[in-house]
């Protein structure tokens, strides 16, 4: 039985530290300190671990953010779980839980970057959860010394999450939400994760290839809706979307 709560106790906040070195590999210094989750709490942000009995297997950090006009919002900053907890659907529960206070606390936005390339990332952000994309930064980060990252520069999707859009119920109830006319798809190759081990060069390639089509199509206004799972290739779908 997995459940979610809060993070609190300061045990827990640094069994959440120790995580990120478990799951990104990252070096000491790239790590999110206790301190941070603990301003995250006091200042209107959230802290989520994921615990199986005594054990927390994955962890959540949303920080609150402003943006112009004055409008509030939560940057989702980091959710990670262990491997061998994954596809058993933490990481839905902590992003379900991230929702509803929220949608308490009257926040209407949620955002966070991933990786494009990605794309079991890509499929839950976009079709179990209901995100859109509109932004694409290149080199976000700068390279890290995650093996996730493969050395590779830090190009990133922004996912939006409209906590209480029509999108985003039916897509967490699992209902499917209307597919709008798709008028562009980009695609990459399912074998991504072992082409950045075994030719980070070829690699790197496929990333500024999908960046170059990713700036085409939101400069034209698209935005990212949907992703299709092919046996070749995953492919982001895009559409036209109204501004914010």
């Not at 640094?14 to 206790?34: D, N, S, Y």
């Amino acid at each position: 039985m997995i459940e979610v709560r809060e993070l609190t106790d300061h045990a827990d906040l640094a069994e959440a530290v120790r995580l990120q070195q478990v799951i990104w590999g990252f070096e000491e210094i790239e790590l999110l300190p206790i301190r941070l989750f603990v301003v995250a709490s006091k200042i209107g942000g959230q802290a989520l671990g994921a615990f199986e009995g005594a054990k927390m297997i994955g962890f959540s950090l949303a920080i609150p953010g402003l943006k112009a006009g004055g409008r509030s919002y939560w940057h989702s900053h980091m959710m990670g779980v262990l491997e061998e907890y994954r596809n058993r659907g933490a990481g839905r529960m902590l992003k379900l839980r991230q929702r509803l206070e929220a949608l308490e606390r009257g926040i209407e936005l949620v955002e966070w970057t991933f990786d494009p390339l990605e794309l079991k990332n890509a499929f839950f952000n976009l079709e179990r959860l209901g995100a859109i994309v509109r932004r694409y930064v290149l080199n976000q980060y700068g390279t890290t010394s995650s093996h996730l990252h493969g050395g590779l520069p830090t190009d990133r999707c922004i996912a939006e999450w409209w906590v209480g859009s029509p999108r985003v119920e039916l897509t967490v109830n699992s209902e499917g939400a209307p597919r709008a006319e798709i008028r562009a798809r980009i695609g990459v190759p399912n074998d991504i994760a072992a082409i950045r081990v075994a030719d980070p060069r070829k690699a790197r390639e496929i990333q500024r290839r999908v960046g170059d089509a990713f700036a085409e199509c939101l400069e034209r206004g698209l935005a990212v809706v949907g992703f299709e799972r092919g046996t070749e290739e995953g492919t982001y779908l895009l559409a036209q979307w109204p501004s914010a």
